[in-house]
């Protein structure tokens, strides 16, 4: 059974830099069969795509130099790191993986809350 875990703080400051880890079980990182990504929504809005690692690159069409990721494979985990934040970056963020048979996410964490506020 594959399962992905967020942690981080829930409480971020402005101007700040928020980082969340995801931890993985049940599946290995290093595996080229999967990818990995970061996803978040904002209180009454969608899902918002931010960043994805996959094969040793990063791919972040949203929020552009403020998100950066690694992939930590000693612990089977990976993290999220975006700089700046501004209250327009409150939300839930999940962790969930990309399962390149079918390009989609088969598995997601239950997501962690992030409040920006001063």
């Known amino acids: 059974q594959v399962e992905l875990q967020e942690s981080g703080p829930g409480l971020v400051k402005p101007s700040q830099t928020l980082s969340l880890t995801c931890t993985v079980s049940g599946a290995s990182i290093a595996t080229y069969a999967y990818y990995w990504t970061w996803i978040r929504q904002a209180p009454e809005k969608g899902l918002e795509w931010i960043i994805t690692y996959s094969a040793g690159t990063t791919y972040t069409p949203t929020l552009r130099s403020r998100a950066s990721m690694t992939m930590d494979t000693s612990k089977n985990a990976f993290h999220l790191t975006l700089d700046s934040v501004t209250p327009e970056d409150t939300g839930v963020y999940y962790c969930?993986?990309?399962?390149?048979?079918?390009?989609?996410?088969?598995?997601w964490g239950k997501g962690t809350p992030v409040t920006v506020s001063s």
């Open positions: 969930a993986r990309v399962n390149t048979a079918f390009d989609g996410m088969d598995y």
